[in-house]
């Protein structure tokens, strides 16, 4: 027997909504569901993990998901949350984030399988776009009210919010756009349940609603919560702005770390949304995090399921030694197999110098490297007195006044780590 989808994301916390009669629709047989994807960019976020999550589960249940890339609602700019419109994109930035999102997608849904529950993705774009404005209102728009699509919380809060300019006609009609998709893939894919976060529950029944009065059928809505942080900040940003799933935006030791630093009490939250251990094994974890929470069971474990998911395990596996260089026992030669990027993200915010290629060509001794040129110490007298208490270390190793600084030194064939005691570090850049 296949999971119950819909206790399968109750015991994870993931249900808000579920429209009455869906659950009961599920358990009849195999269903296909889609989820909506923004393609603005050509990677999605951690933002948009929960609805991948939702989709990775439906399809686990033995159900057939949908991933919807929104390349003609993504023109227009969903109002629910939003206080200003996005731009428009042109075909061929649409088509190439498209692909860049279905890569990401297929770390999570099976689009290779041959069984008849295998994941595909659809853009929205591809039936909008011979759509003339007088057949969309006369076929779809004379079906919903205004006064229906008023009464709707993502119409209401953004007029009737302060901080706002009002809306567009353009934005007004976005969950009739929506709901037309839903109708669409009711009829072309035979998909009768559409899933997405509580934001979009007035856009989603606009959907059920076509599909009752057009299509002469019934569709229904699934939604999840959406995520917050236990401190009040927003999931899925840091200092940064958006963790993207693309490691060229985000660096697989960024996004590790991202994890790593959730609180307890997120971090209790995090690992049965986003993870696929069961509940007996993240039972098994919180009890264990309780016992000594010092230890970060949870963060880890966490931070350990989930990049390796979005990435790969060898990239997991650099984020922790990464990690460890600033947090555990590391060596000079565990620095160098650190990429460019990654060692940069380490080593964010450490003062640093740059100094000439010829500096080290003859070797640059300690003293310059401390305190002349690097400004690591502030004299002399200083970079003397903390080698002969042996408490300076050039890439992770111990060294004394006689050593010098070379080439062979350089790490991705530029940078020196100078380091006094556990936690001072300085980056020379060597130019």
Not at 80 to 99: A, I, P, V, Y
């Amino acid at each position: 027997m296949k999971k119950n989808f819909v206790e399968e994301l109750t015991w994870r916390g993931m249900i808000h909504t579920v429209m009455p009669g869906a659950e009961e629709h599920l358990m009849e047989g195999m269903r296909s569901a889609y989820v909506g994807f923004d393609p603005t960019a050509d990677s999605l976020h951690i933002g948009n993990l929960v609805p991948i999550m939702l989709l990775a589960h439906y399809q686990r249940c033995g159900h057939k998901p949908i991933a919807l890339v929104g390349g003609a609602t993504g023109m227009i700019g969903d109002p629910s949350g939003k206080s200003s419109e996005r731009n428009l994109l042109d075909e061929k930035t649409l088509r190439h984030n498209q692909e860049a999102i279905k890569k990401q997608l297929a770390h999570f849904l099976d689009f290779e399988s041959d069984t008849e529950n295998a994941a595909e993705l659809v853009n929205n774009y591809d039936w909008m776009k011979e759509f003339s404005f007088l057949e969309f209102i006369r076929d779809v728009g004379k079906h919903i009210t205004v006064n229906y699509m008023m009464a709707k919380d993502s119409v209401k809060n953004r007029i009737s919010s302060d901080d706002s300019e009002g809306m567009s006609f353009t934005e007004f009609t976005y969950q009739l756009v929506q709901g037309y998709d839903f109708l669409h893939l009711y009829r072309a894919n035979n998909c009768s349940i559409q899933m997405g976060g509580s934001d979009q529950w007035g856009n989603i029944t606009t959907g059920t609603e076509l599909i009752r009065r057009i299509g002469a059928g019934k569709g229904y809505a699934i939604t999840c919560p959406l995520i917050t942080k236990s401190d009040g900040s927003k999931f899925g940003k840091s200092e940064g702005g958006n963790v993207w799933l693309d490691a060229n935006r985000t660096s697989p030791y960024k996004f590790y770390q991202y994890w790593l630093n959730s609180s307890d009490e997120d971090a209790e939250k995090y690992i049965k949304i986003f993870t696929f251990l069961n509940e007996g094994e993240v039972e098994a974890l919180i009890s264990e995090h309780k016992e000594a929470p010092h230890l970060r069971v949870l963060q880890k474990r966490l931070a350990e399921e989930i990049t390796q998911m979005v990435h790969s395990k060898s990239e997991l596996d650099n984020a922790i030694k990464a990690s460890n260089i600033l947090f555990g026992k590391s060596t000079s030669e565990d620095l160098k197999e650190l990429d460019e990027k990654t060692f940069l993200d380490v080593f964010e915010g450490v003062p640093r110098t740059e100094i000439d290629k010829s500096e080290i060509e003859a070797g640059l001794d300690m003293i310059g490297a401390l305190a002349e040129k690097g400004s690591f110490l502030k004299s002399n007298g200083e970079a003397r007195r903390a080698l002969k208490e042996n408490s300076i270390s050039v890439n992770k190793e111990k060294v004394n006044e006689a050593f010098k600084i070379t080439k062979e030194d350089l790490i991705n064939e530029k940078f020196v780590l100078l380091q006094r005691g556990k936690k001072n570090y300085f980056v020379i850049t060597v130019k």
